[in-house]
Nanobody, 115 residues
Framework: QVQLVESGGGWVQPGGSLRLSCAAS????????MGWYRQAPGKQRELVAV???????NYVDSVKGRFTISRDNAKNTVYLQMNSLKPEDTAVYYC?????????WGQGTQVTVSS
């Protein structure tokens, strides 16, 4: 069983930055893929960014050039640096990780971008 603890959400004005963190309690297991999803009100949950254990990354087109995903394998932690935030980035952001036993979700952290 893997438990995830997210932090770093909040309110920011358009053009601002936030950094999300997600720490996985996964002692004795290897986490292969770590990622961030988001869900805005009335919309489906969508993949924002994903990173493999080797550091390969992929982003949804709408955040390319603005968001950066990274991970610290020693700490089983994944980060999402969000710059140049827009109102349409407002959503609940969820951490997701995968190991050999399955996939796991964080509790979600609210990100609100407004003036």
């Amino acid at each position: 069983q893997v438990q995830l603890v997210e932090s770093g959400g909040g309110w920011v004005q358009p053009g601002g930055s936030l950094r999300l963190s997600c720490a996985a309690s996964a002692s004795g297991t290897v986490i292969y893929v770590m990622g961030w999803y988001r869900q805005a009100p009335g919309k489906q949950r969508e993949l924002v960014a994903v990173i493999t254990r080797g550091g390969n990354t992929n982003y949804v087109d709408s955040v390319k050039g603005r968001f950066t995903i990274s991970r610290d394998n020693a700490k089983n932690t994944v980060y999402l640096q969000m710059n140049s935030l827009k109102p349409e980035d407002t959503a609940v952001y969820y951490c997701n990780v995968a190991n050999f036993t399955g996939t796991y979700w964080g509790q979600g952290t609210q990100v609100t971008v407004s003036s």
